[in-house]
């Protein structure tokens, strides 16, 4: 059974930078799809970003458009959400997911317990 661990997050100044992180065990994470979410106190979960198991990625247009980049190591069982010029509004609970469908599949079937990031001065 995959299980899922963010980390990385935590209190970062506007215009930082922050690498999130998402380990996987039990199962080999290559075999996924992985996508990077947040939600907001009060606001619906919104989607950042997705890669394939081999590699292909989408950093999807919105709001961390021009931003937020995800990548993977597959050695490491690893895939992260690299996060520049962070904005106050970026303040959410990041989560990753992973699915062995295609980066489309919704609602995807595994999911960590997130990893809290606050941007604030």
């Known amino acids: 059974q995959l299980q899922l661990v963010e980390s990385g997050g935590g209190l970062v100044q506007p215009g930082g930078s922050l690498r999130l992180s998402c380990v996987g065990s039990?199962?080999?994470?290559?075999?996924?799809?992985i996508g990077w979410f947040r939600q907001a106190p009060g606001k619906e979960r919104e989607g950042l970003a997705c890669?394939?198991?081999?590699?292909?990625?989408?950093n999807y247009a919105g709001p961390g458009e021009g931003r937020f980049t995800i990548s993977r190591d597959n050695a490491k069982n690893t895939a992260y959400l690299e996060m520049n010029y962070l904005k106050p509004e970026d303040t959410a609970v990041y989560y990753c997911?992973?699915?062995?469908?295609?980066?489309?599949?919704?609602?995807?079937?595994?999911w960590g317990q997130g990893t809290q990031v606050t941007v604030s001065s």
């Open positions: 997911a992973a699915d062995p469908d295609m980066c489309a599949v919704n609602p995807r079937t595994y």
């Open positions: 039990g199962d080999t994470l290559g075999y996924y799809t």
């Open positions: 890669i394939s198991g081999g590699g292909n990625a989408i």
